[in-house]
């Protein structure tokens, strides 16, 4: 009898940090009958120097199907995310940070959702308070909300048929190498959904962020890779300059003070802003909503220094 496939592929791309990968496996044991069919376990090793593969015998002997791979040498995250997207066997592929552990009940909420839906992509808004779900057949609408978050690699769900249609050797050194197939899936996908939910448990490595210029990644190489899309005649260009207005105001303009006008020294630390105003010019210089956006956050910001909050 042939194998029915698995509802859903959760690919761990992961380099160490074996005391959250731990925590993954501690939490997938709960409820690891699941793993027996609905859900493939897939753990790329990148040459850890941690003792991954005794871990997880460990966790296979109590019962956990897990697909382990270790590379023999370190390929790179963007090399590890390629070979997570292309080991999926699942029908849907979460590519999951090793640091994002899921809170008690989640995976099982998300299996039953997925398994009882058929979308291109599924966003996972953890900020929400509320727990509720909406679907969207309007692309525009679905990234105006998403925005910046389509970025962060472990809020995003999509269908593993698209991996197929995206060469990620395109987008290394791009810092995000995953959001092209994000973006197929919402393409691509007749409905897509948001899923609100406060998913992740407390504890995740936010000293991981950091280490490239703010500015290239989230304004130039993002805004390339969605234009991209229009180019494909998979979006308008209405829904890109939407996108484009939303990330400026949602994320980068906070940057845009602490980083090129205040100039703050422990953000400088995390992030190079080098040409940062010259990139900035680049992709905003005749939107008059970037200059109003600017000022009122600099107004703001100094409206509060001086009442000392």
């Not at 009882?116 to 727990?131: I, P, T």
Request: charged share 25%; aromatic share 14%; with cysteine.
């Amino acid at each position: 009898m042939e194998n029915k496939q698995p509802v859903l592929s959760i690919c761990i791309p992961i380099y160490n940090r074996i005391e959250f990968l731990k925590r993954h496996l501690d939490q997938y044991l709960k409820c690891k009958s699941l793993f027996d069919e609905k859900i493939h376990l897939f753990i790329s090793d990148n040459c850890s120097k941690d003792d991954l593969q005794t871990l997880v015998n460990e966790y296979s002997n109590k019962g956990l199907n897990i697909d382990y791979s270790r590379n023999t040498e370190n390929i790179g995250p963007d090399g590890n995310f390629i070979k997570c997207f292309n080991s999926a066997k699942g029908k849907y592929i979460w590519l999951l940070g090793s640091d994002d552990v899921p809170v008690d009940g989640f995976v099982e909420s998300l299996v039953d959702i997925l398994g009882s839906h058929d979308y291109g992509y599924l966003f996972l808004n953890h900020n929400s308070k509320e727990r509720h779900f909406s679907e969207y057949n309007d692309p525009k609408v679905l990234l105006d909300k998403v925005h910046i978050w389509i970025t962060f690699m472990s809020a995003n769900i999509f269908k593993t048929e698209f991996v197929k249609n995206v060469n990620g050797e395109n987008y290394m050194g791009t810092y995000l190498i995953q959001v092209p197939y994000f973006l197929e899936g919402i393409a691509a996908g007749q409905t897509n959904a948001i899923f609100n939910y406060n998913w992740i448990q407390d504890g995740n490595d936010a000293a991981n962020n950091g280490g490239y210029n703010l500015f290239k990644v989230f304004v130039d190489n993002l805004l390339s890779l969605v234009y991209e899309r229009v180019e494909k005649q998979q979006i308008d260009l209405d829904c890109y300059e939407q996108f484009k207005r939303s990330i400026y105001k949602n994320f980068v303009r906070g940057y845009v003070f602490d980083l090129l006008i205040r100039r703050n020294n422990n953000k400088r630390e995390r992030f190079n802003s080098d040409k940062g105003w010259k990139i900035l010019m680049k992709h905003y210089r005749f939107k008059p909503y970037f200059y109003v956006l600017t000022a009122r956050t600099v107004a703001s910001r100094i409206y509060h220094k001086l009442r000392g909050s």
